[in-house]
């Protein structure tokens, strides 16, 4: 994608919001809480990268690259906010697992994108719903 002046942040999934990476120093301060979508684009040809995620993560847009910061792993002290060392083993001592799932989709333009993600995001987020029949008691308890 060019590289642009900002990128879209989903907002605890109800709308896209700009955000900007170019304001930062230090490239781990670019990295904006992702609910469920980030999304990058080409404003001269209106062509747009939108990333949905299955669970809260990372992201930033750098140079044009879409970045997704899935699992944080520090083997030395950044300098930075955190003072100890990432370094989460697994079940059997290796390092740390984390399996997830991303939806990607271009789009031709952004009110197309925003539309699309707002619908993903309704889905994935409905409430769960269930019954029961009459005179049978509910296996939860309710």
């Known amino acids: 994608m060019a590289d642009h002046m900002g990128f879209y942040t989903d907002s605890n999934g109800l709308e896209l919001v700009h955000a900007s990476s170019n304001?930062?120093?230090?490239?781990?301060?670019?990295?904006?809480p992702l609910t469920s979508a980030i999304v990058n684009g080409d404003d001269t040809n209106d062509v747009w990268l939108t990333v949905l995620t299955d669970r809260a993560l990372g992201g930033s847009c750098i140079g044009g690259r879409t970045e997704?910061?899935?699992?944080?792993?520090?083997?030395?002290?950044?300098?930075?906010?955190?003072?100890?060392l990432l370094d989460e083993a697994?079940?059997?001592?290796?390092?740390?697992?984390?399996?997830?799932?991303?939806?990607?989709?271009?789009?031709?333009?952004?009110?197309?994108?925003?539309?699309?993600?707002?619908?993903?995001?309704?889905?994935?987020?409905?409430?769960?719903?269930?019954?029961?029949?009459?005179?049978?008691?509910?296996?939860?308890?309710?």
């Open 68 to 84: 997704i910061l899935l699992n944080r792993h520090l083997t030395t002290k950044d300098e930075g906010e955190v003072d100890e």
């Open 23 to 32: 304001t930062f120093t230090q490239p781990g301060d670019r990295f904006y």
């Open 90 to 142: 697994g079940p059997h001592g290796e390092g740390l697992t984390v399996a997830a799932s991303f939806q990607v989709r271009f789009t031709k333009g952004l009110h197309r994108t925003r539309t699309w993600v707002k619908k993903i995001t309704a889905y994935q987020l409905r409430p769960l719903r269930f019954s029961t029949a009459a005179g049978h008691p509910s296996p939860w308890g309710l």
